[in-house]
């Protein structure tokens, strides 16, 4: 019996050896080749692909069809399973892949019909860039064909990726216009129900549209709300929720991203430098792939293109970066560019509607959502000639959306341009013309010029309506084309006499060009005034000082909060509290509890002066409330506190003093709850802790899944403030970077360049980025080489 039961351990062992061992084999099968010699069908001539110490990509190929050959190669052999990410959220198929607990995504984002609207607009969007991504798709392709194992996450998903296409290319373009707008236009709708539903002079505070911590780079700043006197509006008189239970309000979720440049002016030697950080949900790998791509263009200055950036894998070229002539950053512009559209039903059955021309009927989409493992669902989605309809109303009528996105003109990949751009017209000329989700765009060029432009399509709004509220196209109002890019008024400020421009998603534009622009939840301005104040503060500006304010985690924002939190903690008989709290450097440092505690005790304010101004609004709408964005809040709530009127004061509370209390006790219970112990070692870094993991990552136990998540270390910075950070949200690279002298460049890169756990790259760069460590914005030295050579596979 021994004997039988020592054999069966030794195969079990040897059983249980084997397969790790085909475990091992199968994973390592989808890892990328770095070295030697592949053919890549369709080259025209052999082409250079070295990696250096971090895997960064350089590609040296004869011409622009054969870079984007081997671009696609390589994105298809390291980031295929986030390509198709990408494709499936914009398109509404992520079931097909995760199975029922995607239906959610799928439903929302299937309503816009992207993939069908790209398959009808594909000429249109891609032009004469067809061929072009004709090349990179079957580049794709082949990379991924030349693995000798699927990507590892189909594996673990038990799937077999679908071959790339050209409308793919497409898709992973509109996924960051859904990563950038709210594609439900739910802000829109939400403050639309609450000024219907409030006095006038109530919703004029809650809508409140610049602070004093505005810097835009036309006009002035609003300043904060002069507050109405009792007999105008007093929250007393108006009917509350009974019983509500306070909620403290919480930072964005998205606070955007920054950009800035100094010209001439600024600089010791007269060149012009850009830095950009964008700001993103966070995850390993990067969202970016690094490149450098260097090719003969005739097109190009001096015939050749040498454009070093970050590559979104899916698009054949540089999304930010630089030439040698022209480098360019973006932030999201938060312009408004949805609109909802009331549609009039003529019929019991609401199947038909009426247009300024007569009837209509409205077209119903089925559409088809597959989902793995289980059935696939059928979804109705109804379409009108003003988008498809979202929301049914009390009165019989209905709301459809409108989105840019959902407009032929509104993708092209005109951007790839800039790579062949001489210098700051040309590139400005590029960008009055490019189709991409609508971003504040800085230029540098080689002659010290710097300039801002609002890139991507303007709509053309007619009938002089209200575009925060649905449209009557009954009565004329109505989207017709784009505004044109010869058009005499043009969102775009060049050669400043500062030589400095800065934007970071707070309004940047006044009069006339806002109107033309729009709103659609600006960003506090305090992250944009602070860069725009150290920016006009120093000179001269180079490269170190720029990356020096991207990492600026100065709380000046918060410094006045806790002054206000060190005199309310005298009052209060919690010790700890008045302890905590004078634990402050002016920093979002990790090894700060002050800073903790008084981020904490403001969003308890806010969340309790917040909910007694929509206390109305509550009462009138019932379910048909929506919690609004009010980024601009502060230019109310610190009138408020200051001046601490009974009339606007919430009435559940007898004081201002006690609703102070009140806060900064739940603050500190609510750190406690978190992190039992004292409060003075509550700090920052224990609650603003890195959580950078792959997509997949939850779907493994333990110890695996923290093989899929860069390390959980703590990182300052915070929402207002240019280092924006949170655990899985902060700047996705930050590059700084003179055209001409690439080689003094600035980058940092969070989650690292490959896509393989088991790559020697995964989580490369990744230390320098959460250290604030300087890094070459160029490829270094190369370690590895593979040559792609014509023939066939």
Not at 116 to 127: Q, S
Not at 209 to 225: I, S
Not at 756 to 772: C, E, I, K, T
Request: charged fraction near 20%.
């Amino acid at each position: 019996m021994r004997s039988w039961l020592l054999r069966g351990f030794f195969a079990l062992t040897a059983l249980l050896l084997l397969a790790l061992l085909v475990l091992w084999w199968l994973l390592r099968g989808s890892l990328p080749t770095l070295e030697g010699e592949l053919a890549l069908p369709g080259l025209s001539a052999p082409v250079s692909v070295e990696r250096d110490a971090h895997g960064r990509v350089t590609i040296s190929a004869a011409n622009e069809f054969d870079m984007a050959r081997a671009l696609g190669f390589v994105h298809g052999q390291e980031r295929f399973f986030e390509m198709d990410l990408a494709r499936r959220v914009a398109a509404g198929e992520l079931a097909a892949l995760f199975g029922a607990r995607a239906l959610p995504v799928d439903r929302k984002n299937r309503l816009h019909r992207l993939r069908a609207r790209t398959e009808a607009a594909l000429a249109e969007i891609a032009g004469e860039r067809l061929p072009l991504l004709g090349a990179y798709t079957e580049g794709v392709n082949a990379g991924l064909a030349s693995l000798r194992v699927r990507p590892w996450p189909y594996l673990l998903l038990r799937q077999r990726p679908e071959a790339w296409t050209e409308v793919d290319s497409a898709l992973t373009g509109y996924a960051m216009f859904f990563d950038l707008q709210d594609e439900t236009n739910s802000r829109e709708l939400a403050l639309w129900r609450l000024r219907e539903a409030v006095p006038a002079p109530l919703a004029a505070l809650l809508l409140r549209d610049g602070t004093v911590w505005d810097a835009p780079l036309f006009g002035e700043a609003r300043g904060d709300a002069v507050l109405p006197p009792p007999d105008v509006l007093d929250l007393r008189t108006l009917p509350h929720p009974e019983n509500g239970k306070p909620v403290a309000a919480a930072e964005p979720a998205a606070p955007g991203s920054n950009n800035f440049a100094a010209g001439a002016a600024a600089t010791a030697d007269g060149r012009a430098i850009v830095a950009g950080d964008m700001h993103l949900g966070l995850r390993a790998p990067s969202l970016w792939y690094p490149v450098r791509l260097r090719y003969a263009d005739p097109a190009a200055p001096g015939g050749r293109v040498d454009a070093s950036g970050v590559s979104l894998p899916g698009v054949p070229g540089i999304i930010a970066g630089s030439t040698g002539r022209v480098a360019w950053a973006f932030t999201n512009s938060y312009g408004d560019w949805l609109d909802f559209f009331r549609i009039d039903f003529t019929d019991a059955t609401r199947s038909h509607y009426r247009t300024p021309e007569g009837e209509d009927a409205v077209v119903v989409h089925e559409e088809r959502l597959a989902v793995a493992g289980g059935e696939a669902e059928t979804l109705g989605v109804r379409e009108t000639r003003w988008g498809p309809i979202l929301h049914e109303e009390a009165d019989g009528s209905a709301l459809a959306l409108r989105w840019t996105a959902q407009l032929p003109g509104s993708l092209d990949f005109g951007l790839l341009d800039l790579v062949r751009a001489e210098g700051l017209d040309a590139a400005l000329e590029v960008g009055r013309r490019a189709g991409v989700p609508a971003q504040n765009m800085l230029i540098a060029d080689h002659a010290g010029r710097i300039a801002w432009r609002l890139v991507g399509r303007i709509p053309v709004r007619v009938g002089g309506c209200d575009p925060t509220a649905p449209l009557r196209p009954l009565e004329g109002c109505d989207w017709a084309g784009w505004h044109p890019a010869d058009a005499a008024l043009q969102p775009e400020l060049v050669d400043p006499p500062s030589g400095r421009l800065w934007t970071a998603n707070a309004r940047v534009v006044d009069g006339e060009l806002l109107a033309l622009i729009g709103d659609a939840g600006y960003a506090l301005g305090a992250r944009q005034k602070q860069i725009a104040e150290a920016m006009l503060a120093t000179a001269p500006l180079d490269e170190p000082a720029l990356l020096a304010l991207q990492l600026d985690d100065r709380a000046i924002f918060l410094e006045r909060w806790n002054r206000l939190l060190r005199e309310v903690a005298t009052r209060l008989p919690d010790g700890e509290i008045a302890a905590a709290a004078a634990d402050w450097d002016g920093h979002a440092s990790v090894g700060s509890a002050g800073y903790r505690l008084t981020r904490a005790f403001r969003l308890e304010v806010l969340g309790r002066v917040r909910d007694g101004l929509l206390g109305p609004a509550k009462v009138a709408l019932g379910e048909r409330f929506l919690l609004p964005d009010l980024p601009q809040i502060e230019g109310v709530l610190w009138p408020l506190l200051e001046q601490r009127p009974a009339h606007l004061l919430p009435p559940r509370f007898e004081t201002w003093d006690a609703l102070l209390a009140e806060a900064a006790e739940a603050a500190a219970k609510g750190l406690r709850e978190r992190h039992p112990g004292p409060l003075t070692e509550r700090s920052w870094g224990e609650a603003n802790t890195a959580a950078i993991c792959h997509p997949l990552a939850q779907a493994l136990p333990g110890p695996l899944r923290r093989r899929l998540c860069m390390p959980a270390e703590p990182l300052p910075g915070d929402a207002q403030m240019p280092r924006v950070q949170a655990p899985a949200f902060g700047a996705s690279q930050r590059l700084v970077v003179s055209p001409g002298r690439e080689g003094d460049g600035l980058f940092q890169l969070p989650g690292g360049q490959a896509g393989h756990p088991l790559s020697p790259y995964w989580g490369a760069g990744h230390a320098d980025w959460a250290q604030g460590r300087p890094a070459p914005f160029l490829p270094g030295p190369a370690r590895h080489r593979l040559e792609l050579r014509p023939g066939p596979p």
